[in-house]
Nanobody, 125 residues
Framework: VQLQAYGGGLVQAGDSLKLSCTTSGVAFRRYGVGWFRQAPGREREFVAAVHRNSDNTVYADSVKGRFTITRDNRENTVYLQMNSLKPEDTAVYHC???????????????????WGRGTEVTVSS
């Protein structure tokens, strides 16, 4: 199973970016999919996730109201729309897939089995 995140780039504060996460070897609809990020010198942190059995979503407080996670099962792709970007959003963003059925556990990185290479997002002030 391979995941690939892409869509990152260098933007200014207030701009938007849309990240995509695609996979080969697994049907995304069978998995919960999450986005995590890691800034230089900081630990990895949860950003957003969508449950496998529904379109239920959960967000970190720091991105709530600005980021939106969606999934397109036909395209086997999960998106992260990021609006009103801030310099503190600067990080490498990774997507990951989890087969947990426990929605509340999607915020924990340990619940994810498959991880993709990240895509770098840099937000300048």
């Amino acid at each position: 199973v391979q995941l690939q995140a892409y869509g990152g780039g260098l933007v200014q504060a207030g701009d938007s970016l849309k990240l995509s996460c695609t996979t080969s070897g697994v049907a995304f609809r069978r998995y919960g999919v999450g986005w995590f990020r890691q800034a230089p010198g900081r630990e990895r942190e949860f950003v957003a996730a969508v449950h496998r059995n529904s379109d239920n979503t959960v967000y970190a407080d720091s991105v709530k109201g600005r980021f939106t996670i969606t999934r397109d099962n036909r395209e086997n792709t999960v998106y992260l729309q990021m609006n009103s970007l801030k310099p503190e959003d600067t990080a490498v963003y990774h997507c990951a897939a989890s087969n947990t059925i426990i929605f509340s556990s999607l915020q924990m990185g340990s619940m994810y089995t498959y991880w993709g290479r990240g895509t770098e997002v840099t937000v300048s002030s």
